[in-house]
T-cell receptor
């Protein structure tokens, strides 16, 4: 029978375009968020993080925006390059009952494909 | 600095065999995490340790899975007996006590026939 797996969102862009990858998180008490990039055959690699007391944080060619009102996180990549092609994961630091569990909860990921 | 080191990188075994995956965290990191990644379920946390002590093993699928951390620089994830549905990529990650950022190893790709 047909296998059922995760249907990851996909984003295809042309080289040089800006990319925006979105993520909805679940826990309103989460106070720390992080974006990872995973290339084929490799482990997730840290890109950028942000704390809940910030709305925006910029890195090299990347910007993370946090909207706590709607529990939404986005990653913007400027001048996207073929080397940016990967799966991108957002993750939140999980809190419950006033206690941080010390672990991250990961989203399902978004596949970014950059065409030359 | 060396990152998280995992071995083996690839493992092919037959159903019923014991499988042991190994991880060396980044030196000075107090937390160690074991994850499993599959197409069906994505990235799942199996268990994590703080200062070599297991803190949360609620993600361990069943009793066939066990994990140990005998010292600050070594951890194992064991599957006994292995089953085809255990086929996945297993990642180890570590972080310092003072930061939330986890650093991942390259993973072990396990195939159980």
């Amino acid at each position: 029978g047909e296998s059922v797996g995760l249907h990851l969102p996909t984003l295809s862009v042309q080289e040089g375009d800006n990319s925006i990858i979105n993520c909805a998180y679940s826990n309103s008490a989460s106070d720390y968020f992080i974006w990872y990039k995973q290339e084929s055959g490799k482990g997730p690699q840290f890109i950028i993080d942000i704390r809940s007391n910030m709305d925006k944080r910029q890195g090299q060619r990347v910007t993370v925006l946090l909207n706590k009102t709607v529990k939404h996180l986005s990653l913007q990549i400027a001048a996207t390059q073929p080397g940016d092609s990967a799966v991108y994961f957002c993750a939140e630091n999980w809190w419950s009952g006033g206690t941080s569990y010390g672990k991250l909860t990961f989203g399902q990921g978004t596949i970014l494909t950059v065409h030359p | 600095d060396a990152g998280v080191i995992q071995s083996p990188r690839h493992e092919v075994t037959e159903m019923g065999q014991e499988v042991t995956l190994r991880c060396k965290p980044i030196s000075g990191h107090d937390y160690l995490f074991w994850y499993r990644q599959t197409m069906m379920r994505g990235l799942e946390l199996l268990i994590y340790f703080n200062n070599n002590v297991p803190i949360d093993d609620s993600g361990m699928p069943e009793d066939r899975f066990s994990a140990k951390m005998p010292n600050a620089s070594f951890s194992t994830l064991k599957i006994q007996p292995s089953e085809p549905r255990d086929s996945a990529v297993y990642f180890c990650a570590s972080r310092r006590d003072t930061q939330e950022t986890q650093y991942f190893g390259p993973g072990t790709r396990l195939l159980v026939l």
